[in-house]
Nanobody, 122 residues
Framework: EVQLVESGGGLVQPGGFLRLSCAAS????????MSWVRQAPGKGLGWVTV????????YYAESMKGRFTISRDNAKNTLYLQMNSLKSEDTAVYYC???????????????WGQGTQVTVSS
């Protein structure tokens, strides 16, 4: 059974930082690209970033470039998202997602985690 379990969310002040983690199990983690997507209050899902299976390539949504860093530890089957210089508009539920394994950097995905809430507020 595929499981993706996010952690690390919370309340942070503008300008602060958080590190999200996603523990993966039930599949061969280092065979797949992994992504972070988010859903802000009252909005649809928004793609954040993706990292290829070996960590060799990463891609980011424009508004995250220079602030967010995606990484992975294939030995630990864990995906990370380091978020710096957080803004109020980064408030959202953040999900890690397993890519289906077809060409492309914005999905599609076949499995999602339950999400972790990130709230940026003073």
């Amino acid at each position: 059974e595929v499981q993706l379990v996010e952690s690390g969310g919370g309340l942070v002040q503008p300008g602060g930082f958080l590190r999200l983690s996603c523990a993966a199990s039930g599949f061969t983690f280092d065979h797949y690209a992994m992504s972070w997507v988010r859903q802000a209050p009252g909005k649809g899902l928004g793609w954040v970033t993706v990292i290829m299976w070996n960590g060799g390539s990463t891609y980011y949504a424009e508004s995250m470039k220079g602030r967010f860093t995606i990484s992975r530890d294939n030995a630990k089957n864990t995906l990370y998202l380091q978020m710096n210089s957080l803004k109020s508009e980064d408030t959202a539920v953040y999900y890690c997602a397993k890519d289906l394994g077809v060409p492309g950097i914005r999905g599609p995905y076949d499995y999602w985690g339950q999400g972790t809430q990130v709230t940026v507020s003073s």
